[in-house]
T-cell receptor, first 114, second 112 residues
Framework: DTEVTQTPKHLVMGMTNKKSLKCEQH?????MYWYKQKAKKPPELMFV???????INESVPSRFSPECPNSSLLNLHLHALQPEDSALYLC?????????????FGPGTRLTVT | GQNIDQPTEMTATEGAIVQINCTYQ??????LFWYQQHAGEAPTFLSY????GLEEKGRFSSFLSRSKGYSYLLLKELQMKDSASYLC?????????????FGTGTQLKVEL
């Protein structure tokens, strides 16, 4: 199984809503990542988890709150988002962070904030 | 910080060869990746270089010159399905995470 899954595929939420994005992998990878991708732009790193601990936060606003309940799951909790937060949110995983393993990306959640 | 440059768009003919260039400026370089991304889909890994030279994988090859801050992706025997965005990504050798910074991507269109 070399798949990273993400749910939901699409999400529309108002600025006062609270929602969560979910990501799962069963490859035994110990590093997981959240990226944000706007249309016709490259993915931008948001968070890195290594062995279930947050290791990198790229100065992301607190309205985005990541969580890694276990080594296979990664969540992104959303609260009080702005319309400019509308984007494709990609989850990725890699075997480890200490050496340069390729990252496997999920299909993404397309988020629209109204 | 990092600065990664790629051409925005390229067009090539089915069956031909195309070379997509990437230049970068970074502190703490620790590897360069190429990813392919079809519209509306996730990026998929193509190749990785950390030492100077050429890495070949079937129809795809990638070259790296660390002294020049330069890489290219070579696609041979182009097929229509190769029409996609090609992303150059540089790994920063930073403790605590495998941090990739992506270039803006090169949109490749393969024509008959």
């Amino acid at each position: 199984d070399t798949e990273v899954t993400q749910t939901p595929k699409h999400l529309v939420m108002g600025m006062t809503n609270k929602k969560s994005l979910k990501c799962e992998q069963h490859m035994g990878h110990r590093a997981m990542y959240w990226y944000k991708q706007k249309a016709k732009k490259p993915p931008e790193l948001m968070f890195v988890y290594s062995y279930e601990k947050l290791s990198i936060n790229e100065s992301v606003p607190s309205r985005f709150s990541p969580e890694c309940p276990n080594s296979s799951l990664l969540n992104l909790h959303l609260h009080a988002l702005q319309p400019e937060d509308s984007a494709l949110y990609l989850c990725a995983s890699s075997q480890d962070v200490g050496v340069t393993y390729e990252q496997y990306f999920g299909p993404g959640t397309r988020l629209t904030v109204t | 910080g990092q600065n990664i440059d790629q051409p925005t768009e390229m067009t090539a003919t089915e069956g031909a060869i195309v070379q997509i260039n990437c230049t970068y400026q970074t502190s703490g370089f620790n590897g360069l990746f190429w990813y392919q991304q079809h519209a509306g889909e996730a990026p998929t890994f193509l190749s990785y270089n950390v030492l100077d030279g050429l890495e070949e994988k079937g129809r795809f090859s990638s070259f790296l010159s660390r002294s020049k801050g330069y890489s290219y992706l070579l696609l041979k025997e182009l097929q229509m399905k190769d029409s996609a965005s090609y992303l150059c990504a540089v790994r920063e050798g930073r403790g605590g995470g495998n941090k990739l910074t992506f270039g803006t991507g090169t949109q490749l269109k393969v024509e008959l």
